[in-house]
């Protein structure tokens, strides 16, 4: 396993973590399903890497940069560390070890 599909399988327990503290903090229903899905989307993603899936590699890397730009306009816009600039930053981390793995495997 390599860590490509860690920080795949990581990013996506964050966000789903990342959803249901904001359902539960803030009773946000489309911070618990936008967190849900992407988050679902990167264990999938770190799934079918793991089963030697090309494809599992360009979901991880869309559905991260995705949550990266989100995330960084929500911190532009909100100025507050918690939870966007963590987020930003965390998933600025995962998308260069899954780039990374990519180009060296070509």
Known sequence: MNL????AFAYGILSILGGIIGYIQATSKVSLLSGSISGLLLIFAAYF?????AW???LA???TGVLVVFFAFRLAKT?????????????MLALAVMVHQIVALR
């Open 79 to 91: 100025r507050k560390f918690m939870p966007a600039g963590l987020m930003t930053i965390l998933g």
């Open 56 to 58: 599992g590699s360009i």
């Open 49 to 53: 890497q793991l089963q030697g899936q």
């Open 61 to 63: 890397v869309l559905v």
């Open 4 to 7: 490509s599909i860690v920080a």
